[in-house]
T-cell receptor, first 115, second 113 residues
Framework: AQSVTQLDSHVSVSEGTPVLLRCNYS??????LFWYVQHPNKGLQLLLK??????LVKGINGFEAEFKKSETSFHLTKPSAHMSDAAEYFC?????????????FGTGTRLQVTL | KAGVTQTPRYLIKTRGQQVTLSCSPI?????VSWYQQTPGQGLQFLFE???????NKGNFPGRFSGRQFSNSRSEMNVSTLELGDSALYLC????????????FGPGTRLTVL
């Protein structure tokens, strides 16, 4: 079984300040982990993915995440928030078993960016 | 390269009716997955198709079904609609196997009255 827990349902930051969105995972197998972003009335866009290579993963738009096996965490960070970062962010896990591609989503974190 | 397309984008149905949603994957992608997104339950996996075969299924009643055609296009059908089926239905395509990412379409917003 696999699951993800996003520790904050809502995060508010000022423009130009750092962003931290927290995610803990649980997986019986070696997982692949992803962060997706969803802007209002839009589909999901992949920000970054961890697939058992480097533990520090860099994504698009200045986002990065660090895989910490000892803490079962995969937190998303960005040094400086921009107004356009306001959206819903989903932490996602996929067990690498066979060829199945089922994704398990966290409940999402809504990021608000203020002036 | 064109992205994942879903039709229609918006749909309004009444209880008891049935509905069919369509998804065209990215060219060359053979795996198609469907997800339901609601405010209460979040994003939940419905099923995955690969080479016209369902190879993974989520915990949804039998009213939810799908299929995939030889050109990898997929359809999802919901019969005997209930109010709780109102949701955003997202389709994602990927290359098969391995830790490949899934590319999502814009979704179909289904409203059941």
């Amino acid at each position: 079984a696999q699951s993800v827990t996003q520790l904050d349902s809502h995060v508010s930051v000022s423009e130009g300040t750092p962003v931290l969105l927290r995610c803990n995972y649980s997986s019986s197998y070696s997982p692949s982990l992803f962060w997706y972003v969803q802007h209002p009335n839009k589909g999901l866009q992949l920000l970054l993915k961890y697939t058992s290579a480097a533990t520090l993963v860099k994504g698009i738009n200045g986002f990065e995440a660090e895989f910490k096996k000892s803490e079962t965490s995969f937190h998303l960070t960005k040094p400086s928030a921009h107004m356009s970062d306001a959206a819903e962010y989903f932490c996602v896990v996929r067990a690498n078993t066979g060829t199945a591609s089922k994704l398990t989503f966290g409940t999402g974190t809504r990021l608000q960016v203020t002036l | 390269k064109a992205g994942v397309t879903q039709t229609p984008r918006y749909l309004i149905k009444t209880r008891g009716q049935q509905v069919t949603l369509s998804c065209s994957p990215i060219s060359g992608h053979r795996s198609v997955s469907w997800y339901q997104q609601t405010p209460g339950q979040g994003l939940q996996f419905l099923f995955e198709y690969f080479s016209e075969t369902q190879r993974n299924k989520g915990n949804f009643p039998g009213r939810f079904s799908g299929r995939q055609f030889s050109n990898s296009r997929s359809e999802m059908n919901v019969s005997t609609l209930e109010l709780g089926d109102s949701a955003l239905y997202l389709c994602a395509s990927s290359t098969p196997g391995g830790p490949s990412e899934q590319f999502f379409g814009p979704g179909t917003r289904l409203t059941v009255l």
